[in-house]
């Protein structure tokens, strides 16, 4: 069975960069026909997708975060990450972690991973 | 704001029928099959329930049923049980590599 697991810091001060892998257990992120995505959500509000990626590298990034989002792979650890600049109060959000079934829908979750941004 | 329009709230009695519909526009929704729904129970990651419109994940119950008619999309949840008390969020893809989600539907078992 397939399992994602966010980690990171969950507090990081404002300006600074937010930091997050997603480990990846029971499967391979070098899987075909499958991305890998983030997703995050702030506290009591709904859903927002932050960006793709595949296992070659190829990115898809939301156009409201494509400046401040970098999404990348690391094949021999299993694991991909988030790189999330320059934060806000407003990125403060539950950040989750998924495979998608085709580049359009998540499959799989991890169990999401709480980042507050306060000084 | 989120792109797709969901109502905040639904609700409906055990063993009814209910539906929350996922508004989008002719860029998102009323041209590309590729809609998705999710449920999400509190504190808990959300759940794939329907994907490319019409199509169940292994696993889902066959009581939610996913439509689509011009720029709107619903789910369908038949024969309410207690369980399925959850937030539903839809999302589609929007072209150019882009991908939004609704604000959510707060559905209520009576």
């Known amino acids: 069975q397939l399992q994602l697991q966010e980690s990171g810091p969950g507090l990081v001060k404002p300006s600074e960069t937010l930091s997050l892998t997603c480990s990846v257990s029971?499967?391979?992120?070098?899987?075909?026909?499958?991305?890998w995505g983030w997703i995050r959500q702030p506290p009591g509000m709904g859903l927002e997708w932050i960006g793709n990626?595949?296992?070659?590298?190829?990115?898809y990034y939301s156009p409201s975060l494509k400046s401040r989002v970098t999404i990348s792979v690391d094949t021999s650890k299993n694991q991909f990450s988030l790189k999330l600049s320059s934060v806000t109060a407003a990125d403060t959000a539950v950040y989750y972690c998924?495979?998608?079934?085709?580049?359009?829908?998540?499959?799989?979750w991890g169990q999401g991973t709480l980042v507050t941004v306060s000084s | 704001q989120s792109a797709l329009t969901q109502p905040p709230s639904a609700s409906g009695s055990p063993g009814q029928s209910v539906t929350i519909s996922c508004i989008g526009t002719?860029?998102?929704?009323?041209?590309?099959?590729?809609v998705s729904w999710y449920q999400q129970h509190p504190g808990k990651a959300p759940k794939l329930m329907i994907y490319?419109?019409?199509k169940r994940p292994s696993g889902v119950p066959d009581r939610f049923s996913g439509s689509k008619s011009g720029n709107t999309a619903s789910l369908t949840v038949s024969g309410l049980q207690a369980e399925d008390e959850a937030d539903y969020y839809c999302?589609?893809?929007?072209?150019?590599?882009?991908?939004?989600f609704g604000g959510g539907t707060k559905l209520t078992v009576l």
């Open positions: 002719s860029s998102d929704v009323g041209v590309y099959n590729y």
């Open positions: 990626m595949y296992y070659s590298g190829n990115t």
């Open positions: 998924a495979r998608t079934l085709s580049w359009y829908h998540f499959e799989y």
């Open positions: 999302s589609s893809y929007a072209g150019n590599n882009n991908l939004v």
């Open positions: 029971g499967g391979s992120v070098r899987s075909d026909n499958h991305y």
């Open positions: 490319e419109v019409t």
